[in-house]
C-alpha cells in the first residue's frame, strides 16, 4: 500500500517530536546542530529556492489568460476585501478569547520578574527591529511593492510582492501586444510553470526527513538542553498559550468554515485532506513563505483552484493575510497588559483590532515576524513594549500554530474566490 504524502510528514513529525524529546532530556542539543538541523536547513532552502520562479512563472501565465482586465481588478478586490474581513474577524476572536479566559492572572509573581529578567536582552533586539519599521512613512509600504530592478527583487524571498507586481504588470502587457509576438513569451512561461510544479513534488519527496529535521532542531533550540525550564515556562504561560490556540481553532472553525460555505460547495473533508500537506509544513517551518510552493500545488491540484486564481490570491496571501498572526497579537497585547496588571479600555481595544490587522499585513511570512509588530501594537496602546520578554519563550511554539491558520486561511479564500468566478474544478 502507498502511504499517502500527508501520513509520511506526520509520521516524520512525531518522530522529530520524539527524538527532540530525547535529544533535549540526554544534552544531545550540539549533536541535532550539527547532524540533523542542516537536513531542515536543506529541504526549507529547496522550498525557497521554488518559490519565485513559481509565482512570476504561474502569476504571468494566469494574468495573461484573462481575457479582459475588468476581472483582474474584480477579483483583486474580492481577494483583499475578504482578507481584511477575516483578520479583522481573527482578532476579534482573539480579543473574546483573552478576555474571557483572564490568562494574565495566572502568572505567578515571582515567575513574571524571572521572564522579564531573562528575556530581557531578546526582547530589546525585537524593540530595536520594531524601532525601524515605525520610522518608515505611511505610504511606504506601497513604494516598497515597486522595484527598481527586477533581479534585485528575485534574489530576495522577503521581496514576493515586488515578484507579484512585476508579474501583474508583464502579464498585463503581454495581453496588450499581438497574439503572434505573446505567444512564444507564454509558451516559455508555461512551460517554466510545468517545470516548477514537477520540481515541488520531487521536493517534497524529502518532506519527511526535512520535517524530522525541523521538529526535532526546534524542540531542542527551545529546550536548550535543560527540558525542566520548558516545563516551568509551559506552565506559567499555559493559560495564556491555551487562548492563543483556542482562538486559532475558532477561527478555523467557524471563519474558514462559513467562508467555504458562502462561497464555494467544497466539503470539509475535502478542503482538509486536500491542504493537509500544507498545513504540516507550515507547521513544521513556521513560515507560510517558504510553505507558498506546496500550499499553491495543493491548491490547484487537489482542491482544483484554477492557476488563474491561485497564483494571484496565494502569493498575496503568503504576504498580507495572516490572520493566526493578528489573532496571536491581539491576544498577546491583552495578556502582557493583564499581568502587568493595566486594564484595557474599549478604546484601546479597539485600537488593537485596527493596528492588529494593519500590523499582520505588514508582518514578514518568516518564523518569528510577528512579535516585532507585536511591539508596534504595544506602542499604539501604551503597554511597555518590553512586556514582550514575558512571551518570548514561548513564541516560537506559537509561531508554528499561528502559521498553521495563516496558511490555511489563503487556501480558503483561494477556494471561495475561484468557485465565485466559476474557475473551481470539481
Ligand atoms: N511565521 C508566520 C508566518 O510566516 C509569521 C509570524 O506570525 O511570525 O506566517
Not at 511593492?145 to 514576493?160: G, K, L, T
Request: negative net charge; charged residues 15%; aromatic residues 6%.
Amino acid at each position: 500500500m502507498k502511504l499517502e504524502l500527508h501520513w509520511k510528514i506526520i509520521i516524520g513529525l512525531v518522530l522529530g517530536l520524539a527524538f527532540g524529546v530525547l535529544a533535549a532530556a540526554q544534552g544531545w542539543g550540539g549533536f541535532t546542530a550539527d547532524w540533523i538541523a542542516p537536513f531542515g536547513k536543506i529541504f526549507i532552502n529547496l522550498l525557497k529556492l521554488i518559490a519565485v520562479p513559481l509565482v512570476l512563472s504561474s502569476l504571468i501565465t494566469g494574468v495573461a489568460s484573462l481575457s479582459d482586465l475588468k476581472k483582474l481588478s474584480r477579483i483583486g478586490g474580492k481577494t483583499i476585501t475578504i482578507y481584511i474581513a477575516t483578520t479583522a474577524i481573527a482578532v476579534t476572536i482573539g480579543l473574546v478569547a483573552v478576555n474571557i479566559l483572564q490568562p494574565g492572572d495566572t502568572v505567578p509573581e515571582e515567575m513574571k520578574v524571572k521572564l522579564l529578567d531573562t528575556y530581557q536582552s531578546a526582547a530589546s533586539g525585537k524593540m530595536e527591529a520594531a524601532e525601524q519599521v515605525k520610522e518608515r512613512s505611511v505610504l511606504q509600504p506601497i513604494v516598497d511593492m515597486v522595484p527598481s530592478n527586477f533581479f534585485s527583487s528575485a534574489s530576495n524571498n522577503r521581496n514576493m510582492l515586488q515578484v507579484v507586481f512585476v508579474a501583474i504588470l508583464v502579464g498585463i502587457a503581454l495581453i496588450q501586444i499581438p497574439k503572434e509576438k505573446a505567444r512564444p513569451v507564454l509558451e516559455f512561461m508555461e512551460g517554466v510553470n510545468d517545470l516548477v510544479i514537477k520540481l515541488v513534488d520531487n521536493i517534497m519527496l524529502m518532506a519527511p526527513i526535512g520535517v524530522f529535521a525541523l521538529i526535532a532542531d526546534t524542540i531542542t533550540s527551545v529546550a536548550g538542553n535543560n527540558l525542566q525550564n520548558v516545563l516551568e515556562l509551559l506552565g506559567a504561560l499555559g493559560f495564556y498559550m491555551l487562548a492563543v490556540i483556542i482562538g486559532l481553532i475558532l477561527q478555523m472553525m467557524i471563519t474558514y468554515t462559513s467562508v467555504l460555505k458562502i462561497f464555494s460547495k467544497m466539503s470539509l473533508k475535502k478542503f482538509y485532506q486536500g491542504i493537509a500537506p500544507a498545513q504540516l509544513l507550515a507547521f513544521s517551518t513556521s513560515s507560510s513563505g517558504a510553505t507558498l510552493p506546496v500550499t499553491m500545488e495543493r491548491c490547484e491540484d487537489e482542491l482544483g483552484v484554477s492557476e488563474e486564481v491561485s497564483s494571484f490570491v496565494l502569493p498575496l496571501g503568503a504576504t498580507i493575510n495572516m490572520d493566526g498572526t493578528a489573532l496571536y497579537q491581539a491576544v498577546a497585547a491583552v495578556f502582557i497588559a493583564q499581568t502587568l496588571g493595566m486594564d484595557l479600555t474599549i478604546g484601546a481595544q479597539l485600537t488593537i483590532v485596527l493596528t492588529a490587522v494593519l500590523a499582520s499585513i505588514g508582518t514578514a511570512a518568516v518564523p518569528g515576524a510577528g512579535i516585532i509588530m507585536l511591539v508596534i501594537i504595544l506602542e499604539a496602546i501604551g503597554v511597555p513594549s518590553a512586556g514582550i520578554a514575558l512571551i518570548l519563550g514561548v513564541d516560537r511554539i506559537l509561531d508554528m500554530m499561528r502559521t498553521v491558520t495563516n496558511v490555511t486561511g489563503d487556501a480558503s479564500v483561494a477556494v471561495a474566490v475561484a468557485s465565485s468566478e466559476g474557475q473551481l474544478s470539481s
